[in-house]
T-cell receptor
Framework: DAKTTQPNSMESNEEEPVHLPCNHSTISGTDYIHWYRQLPSQGPEYVIH???SNVNNRMASLAIAEDRKSSTLILHRATLRDAAVYYCILRDVNAGGTSYGKLTFGQGTILTVHP | DGGITQSPKYLFRKEGQNVTLSCEQN?????MYWYRQDPGQGLRLIYYSQIVNDFQKGDIAEGYSVSREKKESFPLTVTSAQKNPTAFYLC???????????FGPGTRLTVL
């Protein structure tokens, strides 16, 4: 599986934008970039995903570099409820066998939001 | 409300006992998954099932067993052969293997 690299931790103030980076220099052409987040003592929650173009949804925006070797998850106005571990995951939906459907979680970025 | 339920939230067992963790979904999803999470770590895949009566081993299947007799249910048994069973166990489902996965609230298992 192609790997991702994220900072161990980041901090933000409430109401400010947050940019969470992810490097994936070995990404393949069929890898989608997925972001999940996990609040303390809860299961992960899907945030957003994309392939080549920037994506927006009600939770966040995903900015993908032109060469696809990096991406940035953008929370436009951080709230205290956004404090979580954010995981950047590459997922090849064309993979077969034991890779089919698998999400490979790294250690993610711990986001702390200050009031 | 549609979703995934896992029970119980906390579970304590004595060493050497088998224990079964429940996972139920009413999302009409074909695919279901079990992950394990250790403190400060990401999730690791134990087993997955793409359809009823079929399941496949994930990365860390040793010491675990599953069944998929019904579409909505995917119980996980942690056997006495699992050397370090204390962990946070998460169940997930998706429409197919290629779709977004939705996670349950998790079961925290402690083996004493």
């Amino acid at each position: 599986d192609a790997k991702t690299t994220q900072p161990n931790s980041m901090e933000s103030n409430e109401e400010e934008p947050v940019h969470l980076p992810c490097n994936h220099s070995t990404i393949s052409g069929t890898d989608y970039i997925h972001w999940y987040r996990q609040l303390p003592s809860q299961g992960p929650e899907y945030v957003i995903h994309g392939l080549t173009s920037n994506v927006n949804n009600r939770m966040a925006s995903l900015a993908i570099a032109e060469d696809r070797k990096s991406s940035t998850l953008i929370l436009h106005r951080a709230t205290l409820r956004d404090a979580a571990v954010y995981y950047c995951i590459l997922r090849d939906v064309n993979a077969g066998g034991t890779s089919y459907g698998k999400l490979t979680f790294g250690q993610g970025t711990i986001l702390t939001v200050h009031p | 409300d549609g979703g995934i339920t896992q029970s119980p939230k906390y579970l304590f067992r004595k060493e050497g006992q088998n224990v079964t963790l429940s996972c139920e979904q009413n999302l009409n999803h074909d695919a279901m998954y079990w992950y394990r999470q250790d403190p400060g770590q990401g999730l690791r895949l134990i087993y997955y099932s793409q359809i009823v009566n079929d399941f496949q081993k994930g990365d860390i299947a040793e010491g675990y067993s599953v069944s998929r007799e019904k579409k909505e249910s995917f119980p996980l048994t942690v056997t006495s052969a699992q050397k370090n069973p204390t962990a946070f166990y998460l169940c997930a489902s998706s429409m197919t293997g290629a779709d977004t996965q939705y996670f349950g609230p998790g079961t925290r298992l402690t083996v004493l």
